[in-house]
């Protein structure tokens, strides 16, 4: 099909599309970039082997799985013309992301209440790494999270339908990437930790 063919909207419609993968790809890179400078590193002296990953950023492996689900079921709602269960799911999926958040925060708890701290004395690479991929990956959540309020606001304003849903769709694509992107994360770095 060639781009610019059909009416305004189908070609503004590609253009959020194609804009959201760039912003997708542009992840990806600086994500790709973390986690070598992470394989780069793990060969010091002074990285350490045997550090157990926070139990709190497990259980907010499990919130950004619960929280995918639900806006796959807020979506399959809509299609199917049930507001209330797309309301209660699209709100259910930001509370779970909130829930990440805090989460995140506790996890960072935990590396501190083990006596290592993200600068300092008490410092160390490893943990450095930790903290700032966990961090990064938070910022992203936060966008989602705001993503999340506008198809909230536009879903209360009724501005989606079963056939008009670009804005949930674009949303939910971005959600499933930060949550594809936390597990893969929390693999890598509970791999080479």
């Given at each position: ?28 890179m600086s994500f790709a970039g973390l986690t070598s400078a992470v394989l780069v ?79 300092g004395p008490t410092s160390n690479v490893t943990m450095s790494f930790i903290y ?62």
């Amino acid at each position: 099909m060639d781009l610019t063919e059909g009416t305004i909207q189908e070609k503004n419609d590609r253009a959020k599309r194609m804009m959201l993968w760039f912003g997708i790809i542009s992840l990806i890179m600086s994500f790709a970039g973390l986690t070598s400078a992470v394989l780069v590193s793990r060969k010091r002296e002074d990285w350490m082997q045997d550090f157990e990953m926070p139990s709190a950023f497990l259980i907010s492996c499990v919130l950004i799985i619960a929280s995918s689900f639900t806006f796959i079921i807020a979506k399959k709602a809509l299609k199917n013309g049930n507001r209330s269960l797309t309301t209660m799911m699209l709100i259910l999926t930001f509370g779970l992301g909130i829930a990440f958040i805090y989460s995140q925060l506790h996890g960072f708890g935990q590396i501190v209440s083990s006596g290592y701290n993200f600068t300092g004395p008490t410092s160390n690479v490893t943990m450095s790494f930790i903290y700032v991929i966990a961090a990064v990956h938070i910022l992203h959540v936060v966008a989602g999270l705001i993503s999340l309020l506008v198809v909230i606001y536009n879903h209360f304003k009724q501005k989606y339908n079963a056939t008009e849903m670009l804005g949930m769709n674009l949303s939910a694509t971005f959600w499933h990437f930060i949550d594809i992107l936390w597990l893969f994360l929390f693999l890598f770095l509970s791999y080479l930790v």
